[in-house]
């Protein structure tokens, strides 16, 4: 009887302890909506200044632009997405084009969408099997060689934007205080019900994690899909090989220019960021990829992201309140999660990101939530992913080495 008594108020303690910690988490998770909420206003009234001082940079004064635009394997809407850098409202650009080799599938579709806008400056540059462990810093290499201009844009072929994204992105690095300039996205869904939920979640969470730095810290980083940046900046940190050996090559870009004594400026244009259909291991897969790569490339802040999520605290608090029969403080905690995320798909998916499915599809974000909240501590499992095609291993500092590259493949 004693015995089982003991037992009876240990597991006891146990499910109050996990109250604790449920109540702890929604109230983490709170405070960062909070300061989600502030960034984004903050980002929003940052926005329309800069906007207004964008329009009144003259034409005359724009400078002649070179976008690098590296292609691997073929992706949903590629061709589209590439013809949006060939119909930009600006003076003077050319489009330089990057593949490892002409077999490679993209290759044709990026040779049809040149031929279709033969007033464009435009090549393609083959670079060969790659020699350094991230195979697009290679290919960036040979691009950047060939350009004949010193403003750039470095931009992912799964990126579209709109005519005046050279004309809102450029202005600001006429200032030589400022090195690099880098885009927001909103999420383009493809059909399928995973790709809406990573859609969402690069409309809200990418975009909520970023303004809240940028209003933290200041940008000391960079996004992939859309860069902007002059050639001595790259120069000042020995040029673009410096970030070869890592898969968040973007992240050390924005970051080794900034630590150059450059700005590194969050702009208020926003670029759309093309899903592919993908079974949902592949998803999940992509999730880790990215995951485990803010783990290595900043592991104090990826540690810290654990307590940013609500929907994990939410789902705990339902499960205790009702294993103690607190049914009202369990529902109380689940709504207050699903709120929570709900408000913040509204006010940052739609007030800054502009995506419309963030208001039809807010109730669809708590999942997306508690999703993310899962490819996060699944991030702790292993040092190994896969990448177009090929598996590597992250290394200290986020380094990546290649653990299987076909020789010679696309």
């Known amino acids: 009887m004693i015995l089982g008594g003991l037992n009876a108020h240990g ?10 910690l ?3 988490g929604s109230f983490t998770s709170t405070i960062y909506l909070v300061l989600t909420l502030v960034a984004t206003a903050r980002h929003l009234r940052r926005a329309r200044v800069a906007q207004a001082v964008v329009d009144a940079v003259p034409a005359s004064s724009l400078p002649p632009v070179t976008i690098f635009k590296p292609v691997h394997g073929m992706e949903e809407e590629l061709a589209a997405n590439l013809e949006s850098f060939f119909e930009q409202d600006y003076p003077h650009y050319e489009v330089i084009l990057g593949a490892r080799d002409t077999d490679n599938p993209a290759v044709k579709i990026a040779e049809e969408v040149r031929s279709r806008y033969p007033h464009i400056p435009s090549r393609l540059i083959v670079s060969g099997p790659p020699a350094w462990p991230n195979a697009k810093v290679f290919s960036l290499d040979k691009m ?3 350009a004949s201009n010193s403003y750039f844009i ?4 799964d990126v579209r934007v709109a005519p005046d994204f050279l004309r809102n992105t450029i202005p600001p690095l006429l200032d030589s205080k400022v090195g690099l300039v880098t885009c927001m996205y909103r999420g383009i869904p493809a059909s399928d019900f995973w790709s809406w939920l990573e859609a969402l979640g690069l409309s809200v969470e990418m975009s909520s994690g970023v303004m809240v730095a940028d209003m933290m810290e200041g940008m000391r980083f960079a996004l992939g899909p859309a860069m902007a940046v002059r050639r001595d900046a790259i120069d000042a940190i020995g040029g673009i090989a ?18 150059r004594n450059y700005k590194v400026i969050l702009s208020h244009h926003i670029v759309r960021n093309v899903l592919t259909s993908r079974s949902p291991l592949r998803t999940l897969g992509d999730q880790l990829r990215w995951m485990k790569s803010t783990r290595y490339s900043r592991p104090a802040g990826h540690t810290g992201t654990g307590l940013t999520y609500a929907m994990p605290f939410g789902v705990l608090g339902l499960i205790v309140g009702g294993a103690l029969g607190h049914w009202v403080v369990g529902i109380s905690l689940f709504v207050l999660a699903c709120l929570n995320r709900m408000i913040q798909s509204v006010v940052v998916g739609w007030g800054v990101a502009r995506d419309p499915r ?8 708590p999942l997306r939530d508690l999703f993310g909240f899962v490819a996060w501590a699944l991030s702790y499992t ?6 177009r095609g090929e598996t590597y291993r992250f290394g200290k500092g986020g380094r990546i080495a290649p653990l299987e590259r076909p020789g010679g493949s696309g």
């Open 22 to 24: 449920a109540l702890a």
């Open 154 to 157: 470095i931009s992912d072929s």
């Open 144 to 146: 950047i060689a060939a």
């Open 382 to 387: 292993s040092r190994d992913f896969y990448w």
């Open 242 to 259: 410096a970030v070869a050996d890592y898969y968040s090559d973007d992240f050390e870009l924005g970051n080794r220019i900034w630590a």
């Open 358 to 365: 963030a208001i039809r599809f807010c109730w669809l974000y």
């Open 11 to 20: 597991v006891d303690l146990v499910w109050r302890a996990l109250l604790l």
